[in-house]
Every structure is written in structure tokens, then in C-alpha cells.
């Protein structure tokens, strides 16, 4: 009965969204205020239907209902609470549902915060958003219903696929949407503003906390990801340069560039045309990631449900949405009125050097994913495409965005003076050389790549420092004149000063895992030793357990250092017997600077165990740097000035205050 | 600068920008591609030896054998057609069972596969896309929908 509600539920938010589609658009367009004023019951109403279609599908999977098909196939009654909940959006139509809920929320706080939206510019972007639901509501009712009934309904389910049985994958995939869906809403502003002809600042205040929460929660997604990656799949590894994590990874590129050009408009009034294709690229590729990951038209280390006819729906949706966006682009940008003039040297400047470079990247990877699909489709020639292709094409598009990245903020808007930035970067100089220094002394003996990689890591930690100790005159005035000044300075500086440091810190773990990373395999009875990087790991003992669903083997793994104890960890090999799967659970023991990585491969007590040890310096850096650009972001989020319900008519005089405020 | 000719400067940057990325793709491709192979295909083309490829498959029933020391394996790729030895050093993946769809990448030296990598998919029922083309190719498919 529940399962039903939630169907029904769900077919009343698409007529919902039918309605919120097309009268709020002819209401702006014939400035009818009631037309218009529809939008907003109708975004709440829309998000209370899905509200329920999602509660429907959760309890039936708390519940254990296998009458219901979709429960039956991916869950099971012995699983842990958590892993029924998340096994709501563990399999492809649930993870469908969860993506409408986040579309439909994100409407529904427009139509809650945006109380100060000019009435057309709120009514136009509130339609556009519902028709994308409208799409994706149709797609799921259409070809991926997850509320059809099996009769007569099995025992027990079938178990969700014990990978995805996990604290990391239960709220990946959340955060992920989140992210690609927020961009929607950058989608949304920018068709708006599209229909009416019109791009201000006051345009750019409103898109750009969207954008921000949609890239937060993109960054941490990918993090999870990838963290998942590191210590479930049991390769020592964090990033494949996969397909599907390619899918993930540009709409994070083109939202960035969008996050910063975002800027200008709101703080120049430059750049309009040129955000506003942005916004639609970014939630292009946002598309373009859910069509390849449901499409399977790729072949990836990671799995998903497969089915063609669901991908060419989705293409479809893809080619609709973007390709109409585009035209409405290419009709209306011509007509926008020219922004505000900047030298090439200047804070814009740097900001468009910035988008270029992140397009240009954008563009590696996405060719590198691509190719292969396109040699397929044209000469049946099947190749791949891996991290070497990556290695030489998308990292020396960072080089220079690196390198600019520490000289960009110092630059003055409209007219910046480059020497004046060179010599206060001196700090950046000094802190880049001594790292390399000290790099090149502790590696001597080994290839020069890593040096490289931290002497840019040290320009930008430098460079970031220096800029924002100017900002509160550090130094240079008395500390307590600093720390006021410090106060007093804008959250959305304290934001942009963190993602910068993160990403610097970042480098380093990326380039030091990369270049030191030492494997060891080894097959291993009871008692045997062997040595990685200076430590000592013994198979102690390897005993037979149960779990809740699973059975497990769990190795005890005792590691010393010069012969001292250091800890024990515990690798598991696991069994899941309903979907005759065995798992692989690593075992790490971190410091600060570096992971011993260890898991357990097949084995038995005569023969002994396949061992593989890893370790793998600086990766806790990775992890590090992505938390502190999450947190930068959250803080830049929190900024006054920001806020999403902010009064609207101030803006103007707020653009004047923050100008004078940056160039100060 | 007139805002036009600025303009120009612009788009003039984007595309010299675009170029040279097209550039070091088509560059990085040509040493970089890993081109894929069904035992059947590697009978009458010749490869590198030096070159990283892949070959695609299903092992081949009880051909999996280990090594004395426990860390290598060897095994038989095929496409019910022709197959191919390989050997590989270090943990297979969870999913690698005899009967099921692989992938090896690594050098052929001399009729023999030595494999750097062996992938095998998560889900069970999931059989790597080109290795469900070659199975169709040497008219040996007979999978269900799930490809």
C-alpha cells in the first residue's frame, strides 16, 4: 500500500511540475503577477510529492518489503539499518529518485529564500528548474520505477552488492548529487536570464552561493569517492583516472572556472556572456556524468546498472536541455550589454586566465574519456585510455594554473600592477625553493618530477600566506591593528585564502604518493615477516569469524620499527554469501605523514596468504587538503554578503563597498 | 584596447589555449593509447612487445594455476576460439574466477601475456564490454540482457 502511495506520489509531482513548468513562464511573459506567483506553492508542493515518493521507497527497504522488485533485488532482511537506507540509493532507481528529491529541493529553497528575486527573473528560473524535473520524473516513471510490485514476493532479497556496504559509499553518493544537481540551479539562473535578456551584478549574487553549495558538496563527494576507492577496493590506490570518476571530476573543473567568473560579474559586471555559457556547460557535464555512469556505454573498474534504452534517454535529455540552452545562447548573448572594461593585467584578467586554463583542462579530460567511445563508434578499434594520457596532457594545464594561482589575488581589479605583485611575492619564492631544497636533500638519488611538484605546492602555500597577511597588514602594523583587521575582513576572503591552501596541500600528497609509493607482495604463513620503508609487518594470525551477513577472515598484522611496536591492524577478507562475493576490507595505520596500507588476498593456513603491503607517503594530505577546501568554501558560504535570503536592493552599493574593500 | 579588438585578444587566447591542447592530446594519444585485443585478433596482428596492451576474455575453465611461491599465477584467456597464456604476479582481483569475463593489460612477449594489471568487474553479472563484442564476434555469445 505504502509502495503504491509513493507511485502515485511520484506521478502527482510530475503533473505538479507540468504546471509549474508552463504558467509561471506565460505569467513573466505576460506580467500576470498571479500566474507568476504559482511557481512558489508549486516548487513547495513539488518537493513534498517527491518528499513522499522517497519516504515510500526508504520504508519499504527498512521494512524489508520484497514484494517490492526493487527492494527484493538489492537489499536483505539480515542487513544492517544502515545499509537498508543507503541501499535506497544504492542501485539505479532509487539513486533516481534521490536525484529528483535534490532537484526539487533546491526549487523548493528558491522559492522559500527567494523572497527579495525580482517576481519575473524567480517565476522564470523556478520553470526552468521544474523542467528538468519534469525530464527526470519521466525518466523514472518511464523506464526506472522503483516501486513495481513482484508477486508472488521471495523470502529474502538479494542483498545490495557488498562493496557498496559501506560508512564511505552510504553518503558518496548524496553528496555527489547534490553537487551535479546543484548546478542545476546555475542552469536555471542562467536560462532565466537568458529569456529575460539581462545579466547585473544582482544576477551574479544570486548564482553564486548556488554555485558555491553545488561545488562544496561536489568537492566532498569526490573526496568520499575517492577515499572509498582507497580503502575498500584494496588496490592502495585514490585516483584512476577513470571514466566514471572522469564524469565526476569535470563538472568540478567547469565549476570552479564558474565559481570565479561568477565573481567578476557579480564584482565588475564583466564577463556576463561568458558565465552564463558556463553555468550551462557545467550542468551539461553534470548530465554528461549521469549519462555515462547509467548509460554503461563505458567500460570502468566500477560497475553499475546497465541498460542502453535508459542512456538514450538520458542523451536525449542531455541533447534537449543543452542543445536548447545553447541555441537560446547563441540567439540572446549578442544582445547583452557590454560589462565592465579591465586591463589584461588585473584581478579579471587573472580570472579569465584562470577559466581558460580550467576549460582547457576540462577539455583534456573530457577528450581522454571520449575517445575511446568516438574510435569505437567509427572504426570498431577498441582502446583505452589511462593515467599516462592524463599525466601528460591535464597536469601541464595545471602548471600554469598553479603558477598564476599566487599571483591572480594580488593583482587590483580594472588595472592591476604585475611588478609590484612580483615583488611581493618574494615569500612565495623563498618558501617554493626551500621546499624543493629540502625535497631534492631527503630524494637526491631519484628522478627530479616530485621536486617540481612541491616547489609549486610552496609557490602557492606562499603566495596565498603573503597575500592574505597584506590583507591584515601583518607585520607591518601592530599585531593588535592586525588581528581587528583580520576580524573585520570578509568571510568570503578567509574562504578563498583556505581552498587555496587546501589545494596546495593537496599537490603535496598527490605528488609524493605518485612518486614514493612502495608495494610489497609477499605470500605469507602464520609468523612470517616481511620489511616495507623501514618497518616490519608479521602475519601474526589469521582467524575465521562471523559477521552479520557475511563471513570473514581477519589477519592479525603486528608492525614494528627497528624492532619496537608500533601497532596491530587487522585486514579482513569477506564473504557475502547471498550475493557470492567476497570483499576485500584493507587494513591502514596512519601518521600524519604517511599510510601503511595492508589487506589480505586468498590463502589458507598450509599454503599461506597472498600479503600486499603499501606505503604510501603523504596520502592523509589528499584527504586533508579536499577537507580544508570543503571548509574554506563552507565559510566563504557563511559570508554576510552571500547569504541566500540577502536583501536584493543593496546589492548595488554593497558591489561599490566590495570593490573599494579588494582594491584597498 | 577598443573593447572589440580586447575582445578579439580574448577568444584570440581561448583558441591558441584550445590548440595547444589538442596538441598534447594527439601527442600524449600516440604513446599512451592502450589498444584491446581478443586472443582470436592477436593470432594475425602483429604487436609490440615493448607496447602496453589489453587483452579481453573469459578464463578459461581449470586453467588457473599458482605458482610455488604463492604470488604468481597463470591462466588461459580465450574467446572460445583461440586463447591465450597468460601469467601475472601479485593479487588477482575479488571478482577473477574461472568462467568469468577479464581484462589483462601488460606486454605480449612471444605468445605469452605477462600481465601488470587484471581487472575484473565488481558486479558479478557484468561482463566487460569488449569482452562481450569479441565473445559476439567469434559467434560464441550467448549472454543474457544484462549487456
Redesign the interface.
Given at each position: 500500500m505504502i509502495a503504491e502511495l509513493g507511485h502515485y506520489a511520484l506521478v502527482l509531482a510530475l503533473l505538479i511540475a507540468l504546471v509549474q513548468t508552463t504558467v509561471p513562464l506565460y505569467g513573466a511573459a505576460k506580467n500576470d503577477f498571479s500566474l507568476m506567483g504559482v511557481a512558489q506553492p508549486a516548487a513547495t508542493a513539488q518537493f513534498i510529492a517527491i518528499a513522499i515518493a522517497f519516504g515510500a521507497l526508504t520504508h519499504a527497504y527498512v521494512t524489508s518489503d520484497f514484494s517490492v522488485i526493487n527492494v527484493a533485488e538489492n537489499s536483505h532482511s539480515l542487513k544492517p539499518l544502515l545499509y537498508k537506507i543507503s541501499g535506497v540509493w544504492g542501485n539505479h532507481e532509487g539513486s533516481m529518485i534521490l536525484w529528483v528529491l535534490i532537484l526539487a529541493l533546491f526549487g523548493f529553497a528558491v522559492a522559500q529564500f527567494g523572497i527579495h528575486l525580482p517576481p519575473t527573473l524567480k517565476a522564470r528560473v523556478l520553470s526552468v528548474q521544474a523542467s528538468i524535473g519534469v525530464a527526470f520524473l519521466g525518466f523514472i516513471l518511464l523506464t526506472s520505477n522503483p516501486f513495481l510490485r513482484l508477486d508472488p514476493a521471495p523470502i529474502d532479497g538479494r542483498d545490495l552488492?557488498p562493496?557498496l556496504q559501506d560508512p564511505g559509499l552510504a553518503f558518496h553518493p548524496p553528496m555527489l548529487y547534490l553537487g551535479y544537481v546543484g548546478f542545476s540551479m546555475a542552469f536555471s539562473f542562467a536560462v532565466a536570464a537568458l529569456i529575460e535578456g539581462r545579466v547585473d551584478p544582482a544576477w551574479a549574487r544570486w548564482v553564486r552561493p548556488w554555485t558555491l553549495a553545488a561545488w562544496i558538496a561536489l568537492t566532498a563527494g569526490i573526496t568520499l569517492g575517492s577515499w572509498w576507492a582507497y580503502y575498500e577496493l584494496?588496490w592502495g590506490g585514490w585516483w584512476y583516472w577513470d571514466p566514471v570518476e572522469n564524469a565526476s571530476f569535470m563538472p568540478w573543473l567547469s565549476g570552479t572556472a564558474l565559481l570565479h567568473s561568477a565573481v567578476v560579474v557579480e564584482k565588475r559586471d564583466a564577463l556576463k556572456s561568458w558565465t552564463i555559457l558556463l553555468a550551462i556547460l557545467t550542468f551539461a557535464l553534470s548530465l554528461m556524468g549521469t549519462f555515462l555512469v547509467r548509460s554503461?556505454v563505458?567500460?570502468s573498474?566500477?560497475?553499475?546498472a546497465?541498460d542502453p534504452e535508459r542512456g538514450l534517454y538520458i542523451l536525449a535529455i542531455l541533447v534537449l536541455f543543452v542543445g536548447g540552452a545553447l541555441i537560446m545562447f547563441a540567439l540572446r548573448a549578442p544582445s547583452m550589454k557590454?560589462g565592465g572594461?579591465f586591463q589584461?593585467i588585473s584581478r579579471e584578467g587573472g580570472l579569465?586566465m584562470n577559466n581558460?586554463?580550467l576549460?582547457?583542462a576540462t577539455?583534456?579530460v573530457f577528450?581522454?574519456t571520449l575517445?575511446p567511445l568516438f574510435l569505437d563508434a567509427t572504426t570498431g578499434?577498441?582502446?583505452?585510455?589511462?593515467p599516462?594520457?592524463f599525466n601528460?596532457?591535464f597536469v601541464?594545464?595545471m602548471i600554469p594554473l598553479v603558477l598564476l594561482m599566487a599571483i591572480g589575488p594580488m593583482l587590483a581589479w580594472k588595472r592591476g600592477d604585475l611588478s609590484a605583485a612580483m615583488s611581493r611575492l618574494w615569500f612565495a619564492v623563498a618558501l617554493s625553493f626551500g621546499i624543493s631544497i629540502f625535497v631534492f636533500w631527503l630524494h637526491s638519488d631519484e628522478p627530479l618530477t616530485p621536486v617540481i611538484g612541491f616547489a609549486l605546492a610552496g609557490w602557492l602555500a606562499g603566495g596565498t600566506l603573503k597575500e592574505f597577511a597584506d590583507r591584515i597588514a601583518l607585520f607591518r602594523d601592530q599585531l593588535s591593528k592586525s588581528l581587528s583587521k583580520a576580524r573585520r575582513l570578509p568571510r568570503s576572503a578567509y574562504g578563498m585564502t583556505l581552498a587555496h591552501l587546501g589545494l596546495s596541500i593537496f599537490i603535496c600528497g598527490a605528488v609524493a604518493d605518485s612518486a614514493w609509493r612502495t608495494e610489497v607482495?609477499?605470500?605469507a604463513k602464520e609468523r612470517n615477516t616481511t620489511s616495507i620503508a623501514g618497518f616490519e609487518a608479521e602475519l601474526e594470525t589469521v582467524d575465521r569469524l562471523e559477521g552479520p551477513n557475511y563471513h570473514l577472515e581477519r589477519a592479525t598484522v603486528v608492525i614494528r620499527k627497528n624492532g619496537e611496536y608500533v601497532t596491530r591492524v587487522f585486514p579482513e577478507r569477506r564473504f557475502y554469501p547471498v550475493?557470492?562475493?567476497?570483499?576485500?576490507e584493507a587494513a591502514i595505520y596512519t601518521t600524519f605523514l604517511a599510510d601503511i596500507y595492508v589487506?589480505l588476498?586468498?590463502?589458507s593456513k598450509d599454503?599461506?596468504w597472498?600479503l600486499?603491503l603499501w606505503y604510501n607517503p603523504l596520502i592523509p594530505w589528499i584527504w586533508a587538503g579536499c577537507l580544508i577546501m570543503v571548509l574554506g568554501g563552507l565559510i566563504s558560504l557563511s559570508d554576510r554578503r552571500l547569504r541566500i535570503g540577502a536583501p536584493f536592493k543593496r546589492a548595488h552599493k554593497k558591489v561599490k563597498e566590495n570593490g573599494l574593500l579588494e582594491n584597498a | 584596447m577598443t573593447?572589440k579588438r580586447?575582445r578579439l585578444?580574448?577568444v584570440g587566447?581561448?583558441l591558441l589555449?584550445?590548440a595547444?591542447?589538442?596538441a598534447?592530446?594527439l601527442?600524449?594519444?600516440e604513446?599512451?593509447?592502450?589498444?584491446?585485443y581478443s586472443p582470436t585478433d592477436l593470432i594475425d596482428t602483429k604487436t609490440n612487445p615493448k607496447k602496453q596492451i589489453?587483452v579481453g576474455g573469459l578464463v578459461e575453465e581449470k586453467s588457473l594455476l599458482?605458482s610455488n611461491?604463492?604470488?604468481s599465477v597463470s591462466f588461459t584467456i580465450t574467446d572460445l576460439d583461440n586463447s591465450l597464456p597468460v601469467i601475472f604476479?601479485?593479487?588477482?582481483p575479488?571478482?577473477f574466477r574461472e568462467g568469468q569475463g577479464v581484462?589483462a593489460?601488460g606486454y605480449l612477449v612471444g605468445g605469452l601475456f605477462q600481465a601488470k594489471h587484471v581487472?575484473a568487474?565488481?558486479?558479478?553479472n557484468?561482463m566487460?564490454?569488449?569482452v562481450a563484442?569479441s565473445l559476439k564476434k567469434s559467434g560464441k555469445w550467448k549472454g543474457g540482457n544484462?549487456?
Open positions: 552488492n562493496l584494496g554503461g563505458l567500460t573498474v566500477h560497475a553499475f546497465v557590454l572594461l589584461p579569465v581558460l586554463l576549460s582547457v577539455a583534456t577528450i581522454g575517445y578499434q577498441k582502446v583505452s585510455v589511462g599516462p594520457f601528460a596532457t601541464p594545464v607482495v609477499i605470500n550475493q557470492q562475493m567476497p570483499t576485500t589487506s588476498g586468498e590463502g599454503q599461506g597472498t600486499r | 573593447p580586447r585578444t580574448m587566447l581561448g589555449m584550445i595547444a591542447a589538442t598534447l592530446a601527442n600524449a594519444f604513446d599512451t593509447l592502450v589498444f584491446f589489453r599458482k611461491d604463492g604470488l604476479k601479485g593479487a588477482l575479488d571478482l581484462v593489460e581487472l568487474k565488481h558486479d558479478e557484468y566487460p564490454k569488449e563484442d544484462k549487456q
